[in-house]
């Protein structure tokens, strides 16, 4: 008998989006259904953030230090080949990183060697609902999100706890007119709902990617965003409240970073995000050693002034203690 093929999602959508988010919740759902799932992450950075809120039990692999879309698009399909062969699958999901194009990650996917044994089955875009609204990104940014939602099958608004119901019906309104074909949904923390990946939505979104598959190699485009990444070591403590001015008034612009950070005022390693504006700390028990990092990604950033800050921030904790 002839093997099913593995389902394929892309998850796509900006910079701290919350795709990572999204992606703890399809594992959970998925899961209850008895589906077996692998995932792909891409991060821009040498070291890996996000793939710590992925089950022990989740098979996973891991492409840092570049995005899919440009300089690793050949390991993404020898990572999928990889994964394929060593375990039996349902179905993968790709998390990129927040500055790929949902295009170039359906390329890397659908290498000839892979042809039997993958389908593609949706793009899934995860909006950031008050970034959207606002729109300061820069001109090649705001494309770039426009391409992501174009292409999607699925558009998920997440972080609508950040705008107020009129703006949501405006940024659906905008959406719906950039992507009029796909499914749009509103959430919270990527809280899906099950009917929108096993009901209806799922009939939908194979039609949409299969209108998109057409579509192909008409609108293939490469981006050459100037996105950097780095990551600085934060070995000391630091005071809550100085590290988030000190991230709001970052020369260049600052997309995104994140890592583990000890603080001053509580014991114990934090995992921090930073977006939009927006800072997060969760207490991060864990067994094994991790070294506290900060992982910055943005445009026009001075990676030596990020860790002249980093270690005035420190010092200034030590100087406090002393
Ligand atoms: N307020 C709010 N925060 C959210 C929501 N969803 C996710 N977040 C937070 O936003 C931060 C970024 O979320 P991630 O899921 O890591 O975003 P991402 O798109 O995977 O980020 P990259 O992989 O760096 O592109 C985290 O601290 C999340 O907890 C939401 O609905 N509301």
Known sequence: MENKPVEIF????????????LLKE?????KKVGRRIGVLMNELG??????????????????????????????????????????????????????????????????PKLANKVVMKAILTVVNAKQWHENRLSIKLKKLLAEQVKYADMILINKIDQVSQTELELIRESIGQVNAKAIISSVQFGKI???????????????????LENDHHESHVHHHLHVRTFSVPVNQPIDRIQ??????????????????????????LFLFNYAYGDLILERYPTEKPLQPVLVCIGENLER?????GISHLQQSQTKMTL
């Open 46 to 111: 040498d070291i890996s953030i996000d793939s710590s809120i992925i089950p022990a039990d989740i098979p996973l692999k891991e492409m840092l230090n570049g995005c899919i879309c440009c300089t690793i698009q050949g390991e993404l399909s020898l990572q999928l080949n990889s994964i394929l062969e060593e375990y039996d699958l349902d179905a993968i999901y790709i998390e990129a990183t927040g500055v790929a194009h949902p295009l170039e990650i359906m390329d890397a996917c659908t290498h």
């Open 243 to 268: 590290f988030t001015h000190w991230l709001e008034r970052i020369q260049g612009q600052l997309y995104r970073a994140k890592g583990f950070i000890y603080l001053t005022e509580t014991p114990g």
């Open 304 to 308: 030596e002034s990020i860790e002249q």
């Open 193 to 211: 709902h099950p009917s929108l990946l096993y009901g209806e939505g799922q009939q939908q979104m194979e039609t949409a990617t299969k209108l």
């Open 26 to 30: 399809l594992i959970q759902l998925e």
């Open 10 to 21: 892309i998850l796509s959508g900006f910079l701290g989006s919350g795709k990572s988010t």
